[in-house]
């Protein structure tokens, strides 16, 4: 069972660098919200789901 799971996690996390820099984007904003004083973050969470769609898109495609 131990060894399934590993090779399903290791299917899943493929390409481990978009999912970095994915995770790197969404901690660092969490960080920026947080030392924000304006409540306005509206905006700064769209560019970021976006960017995120972006790296995810290139970064998760399989080479030909």
Do not use: C
């Not at 004083?37 to 969470?45: F, H, K």
């Not at 995810?56 to 030909?64: L, Q, R």
């Amino acid at each position: 069972m131990n060894g399934n799971f590993m090779k399903n996690l290791v299917l899943h996390v493929r390409y481990p660098y978009a999912a970095t820099a994915i995770v790197i984007m969404w901690l660092g904003m969490a960080v920026i919200i947080g030392l924000q004083q304006s409540p306005d973050v509206e905006l700064l969470l769209v560019i970021t789901a976006v960017s995120s769609l972006i790296i995810a898109i290139v970064g998760f495609t399989a080479p030909k």
